[in-house]
């Protein structure tokens, strides 16, 4: 199944162009097929809770995804859920990362897969990012898997005590994804014995004499599990077919996943000779990383972030959300209680400022049309900015030159207020803020943490607005300290009467 515009909203203006990690530019894009796009994502690893550096992966590749949309194509887009045969190393020593998990929790390797899957799909919901035209789950393809390694072993691998291994030597150009392979690369990779090259990387790993794993299959290669790398091969090419259009994922991926990855896929397919220039892909883009003020986020270093910490801090995702659109993709974003704040008073804004639109637009209809009549008909006032979001858009996600002008679009003045709606629907197309369904007050969320049910803090401030009826302000003042204290700050005058001022420690 995948994702279309009706057939008459057609593309506006600017040409498409996107970062292309292959070759370091940016480039027009076209699909591969005209009007439609096949993109594959890295998902993810369902061993433990997604931290917000891992989802910021997900922002990026649904912001490409809306904006495909946003040009007329049809999107076909897979996520793949990684449940076997990821390594705690980058590359091919250490345990499996889910076998590991399960022995840690005292849980069954598929509990843990389904556990932590279902909170993923959780925190893209809460994102607002649009679910994939298909999940594909690792397990799900052992069998294809098999088959794809006993293709390309006999002319491309070799077989040790521990599995079968892929010789990156056989293929050419092995690692220009990551613009070639230097001493910090290769200190990420753990040596194996026996490997030819440091670079060599697991397409089967045997299980080891006398233990059974969890999962494992037999094999021509003995009882086991298929390397990492092998599965997003795999996958892709069942689900898109190779070449398909655009392979996303993490920078971190840059250096050794998608690298094997195209070296599978070149001896898989024979083009080593008659395609030199084959990948898989023929775009392969990557966002940057999120960094605190400790470094890159990650799992295993413990006590990371996740994106329900963050709602249990009273702070709503879509903030999270407009954080990642406020700096380019390929940009490093620092994460910090500063800025995922103000990122949360911004959103407050943009929300407060549709609703007074729409409170002036009452029982007229707003909701975007087609954008071809939008661009027809707009206000002259409100037409550049059209051109100009889509400019940005088109110019390799340019989401950070893209929100401005939604403001710029929202504070103008002597403009068809149903025409100011239309314009911001068509633009949170792009930008999947919900601005025009979710309300200031959905923002309010309690922190985990809260001292007071909301209903008290209702009823504290009835007592509160009787004392001020009663010119008692002393014990106005008092009800108003006392809440402070607790975590909500109280607000005059504004029909929402009060918030919760987010916890983020």
Same mark, same amino acid.
Request: with cysteine.
């Given at each position: 199944?995948?994702?279309?515009?009706?057939?008459?909203?057609?593309?506006?203006?600017?040409?498409?162009?996107?970062?292309?990690?292959?070759?370091?530019?940016?480039?027009?894009?076209?699909?591969?097929?005209?009007?439609?796009?096949?993109?594959?994502?890295?998902?993810?690893?369902?061993?433990?809770?997604?931290?917000?550096?891992?989802?910021?992966?997900?922002?990026?590749?649904?912001?490409?995804?809306?904006?495909?949309?946003?040009?007329?194509?049809?999107?076909?887009?897979?996520?793949?859920?990684?449940?076997?045969?990821?390594?705690?190393?980058?590359?091919?020593?250490?345990?499996?990362?889910?076998?590991?998990?399960?022995?840690?929790?005292?849980?069954?390797?598929?509990?843990?897969?389904?556990?932590?899957?279902?909170?993923?799909?959780?925190?893209?919901?809460?994102?607002?990012?649009?679910?994939?035209?298909?999940?594909?789950?690792?397990?799900?393809?052992?069998?294809?898997?098999?088959?794809?390694?006993?293709?390309?072993?006999?002319?491309?691998?070799?077989?040790?005590?521990?599995?079968?291994?892929?010789?990156?030597?056989?293929?050419?150009?092995?690692?220009?994804?990551?613009?070639?392979?230097?001493?910090?690369?290769?200190?990420?990779?753990?040596?194996?014995?026996?490997?030819?090259?440091?670079?060599?990387?697991?397409?089967?790993?045997?299980?080891?004499?006398?233990?059974?794993?969890?999962?494992?299959?037999?094999?021509?290669?003995?009882?086991?599990?298929?390397?990492?790398?092998?599965?997003?091969?795999?996958?892709?090419?069942?689900?898109?077919?190779?070449?398909?259009?655009?392979?996303?994922?993490?920078?971190?991926?840059?250096?050794?996943?998608?690298?094997?990855?195209?070296?599978?896929?070149?001896?898989?397919?024979?083009?080593?000779?008659?395609?030199?220039?084959?990948?898989?892909?023929?775009?392969?883009?990557?966002?940057?990383?999120?960094?605190?003020?400790?470094?890159?986020?990650?799992?295993?270093?413990?006590?990371?972030?996740?994106?329900?910490?963050?709602?249990?801090?009273?702070?709503?995702?879509?903030?999270?959300?407009?954080?990642?659109?406020?700096?380019?993709?390929?940009?490093?974003?620092?994460?910090?209680?500063?800025?995922?704040?103000?990122?949360?008073?911004?959103?407050?804004?943009?929300?407060?400022?549709?609703?007074? $639109?729409?409170? #002036?637009?009452?029982? /007229?209809?707003?909701?975007? !049309?087609?954008?071809?009549?939008? @661009?027809? =008909? *707009?206000?002259?006032?409100?037409?550049?900015?059209?051109?100009?979001?889509?400019?940005?858009?088109?110019?390799?996600?340019?989401?950070?030159?893209?929100?401005?002008?939604?403001?710029?679009?929202?504070?103008?003045?002597?403009?068809?207020?149903?025409?100011?709606?239309?314009?911001?629907?068509?633009?949170?197309?792009?930008?999947?803020?919900?601005?025009?369904?979710?309300?200031?007050?959905?923002?309010?969320?309690?922190?985990?943490?809260?001292?007071?049910?909301?209903?008290?803090?209702?009823?504290?401030?009835?007592?509160?607005?009787?004392?001020?009826?009663?010119?008692?302000?002393?014990?106005?003042?008092?009800?108003?300290?006392? $809440?402070?204290? #607790?975590?909500?700050? /109280?607000?005059?005058?504004? !029909?929402?009467?009060?918030?919760? @001022?987010? =916890? *983020?420690?």
């Amino acid at each position: 199944m995948s994702d279309q515009f009706t057939p008459d909203e057609q593309h506006v203006s600017a040409p498409l162009r996107l970062f292309n990690s292959l070759t370091r530019t940016v480039d027009p894009f076209a699909p591969i097929d005209p009007n439609h796009t096949r993109v594959y994502s890295c998902g993810p690893t369902v061993y433990n809770y997604a931290h917000l550096g891992n989802l910021r992966a997900y922002v990026f590749t649904d912001t490409l995804r809306r904006t495909l949309l946003w040009k007329g194509m049809d999107v076909t887009h897979i996520i793949n859920i990684t449940d076997v045969g990821h390594l705690t190393s980058d590359a091919d020593a250490g345990d499996d990362k889910m076998e590991a998990a399960a022995r840690a929790q005292a849980k069954s390797i598929w509990d843990i897969a389904a556990h932590y899957t279902q909170a993923f799909k959780q925190n893209i919901a809460d994102l607002n990012i649009l679910p994939p035209s298909e999940w594909t789950v690792a397990t799900d393809y052992v069998p294809q898997m098999i088959e794809f390694a006993k293709k390309i072993a006999p002319d491309h691998c070799y077989e040790l005590d521990s599995g079968l291994y892929f010789d990156s030597s056989t293929v050419p150009d092995y690692g220009a994804l990551a613009g070639g392979r230097d001493d910090a690369a290769h200190a990420r990779i753990d040596p194996v014995a026996g490997k030819r090259n440091p670079s060599d990387f697991a397409i089967w790993r045997k299980s080891p004499p006398g233990e059974q794993r969890q999962m494992e299959w037999d094999s021509p290669w003995g009882k086991g599990a298929p390397g990492w790398h092998l599965e997003c091969s795999v996958m892709s090419q069942a689900r898109l077919g190779h070449p398909f259009d655009i392979h996303t994922g993490g920078i971190d991926h840059r250096e050794i996943h998608h690298p094997n990855e195209i070296a599978q896929n070149q001896a898989y397919c024979g083009c080593t000779d008659a395609q030199p220039g084959f990948t898989g892909a023929r775009w392969w883009m990557h966002n940057n990383f999120l960094v605190d003020r400790q470094g890159k986020m990650s799992k295993s270093k413990g006590g990371f972030t996740t994106l329900f910490s963050l709602i249990d801090a009273g702070v709503h995702p879509l903030a999270y959300r407009l954080l990642c659109l406020g700096a380019h993709y390929r940009s490093e974003l620092e994460f910090s209680a500063e800025s995922v704040g103000a990122a949360l008073t911004r959103l407050k804004r943009l929300i407060m400022a549709v609703e007074g $639109l729409k409170s #002036r637009a009452e029982g /007229v209809t707003w909701q975007s !049309p087609r954008l071809d009549y939008l @661009r027809a =008909n *707009l206000h002259p006032k409100l037409a550049p900015l059209l051109e100009q979001f889509d400019a940005a858009i088109s110019d390799d996600l340019m989401t950070p030159r893209a929100l401005p002008l939604l403001e710029e679009a929202i504070a103008l003045k002597k403009v068809p207020v149903d025409e100011k709606l239309c314009l911001i629907a068509a633009f949170d197309q792009a930008l999947g803020l919900n601005l025009l369904t979710i309300s200031r007050a959905d923002l309010r969320l309690t922190p985990k943490d809260a001292q007071m049910t909301p209903e008290a803090v209702e009823a504290e401030l009835d007592r509160r607005q009787a004392a001020r009826a009663d010119r008692n302000f002393a014990l106005s003042d008092e009800i108003r300290d006392a $809440l402070v204290e #607790r975590g909500v700050d /109280v607000m005059d005058g504004d !029909p929402l009467r009060w918030e919760w @001022r987010p =916890n *983020l420690g």
